[in-house]
């Protein structure tokens, strides 16, 4: 998921805030953001 995640970054330049508002997948990228953080918060 992380991948397609960054896939999709790089294609339509989602590293700005607007790219992701336009973004059809933004539902599904804040819940895996926050899933992978609360991962990264249990592994430490």
């Known amino acids: 998921w992380k991948a ?3 896939e999709w970054k790089k ?3 989602c590293e700005y805030d ?3 508002q336009i973004c ?3 539902e599904n990228c804040y819940y895996l953001k926050e899933v992978l ?3 990264d918060e249990l592994g430490k």
């Open 4 to 6: 397609k995640i960054e």
């Open 11 to 13: 294609r339509i330049d």
């Open 18 to 20: 607007w790219g992701c």
């Open 24 to 26: 059809p997948y933004r």
């Open 37 to 39: 953080i609360e991962r």
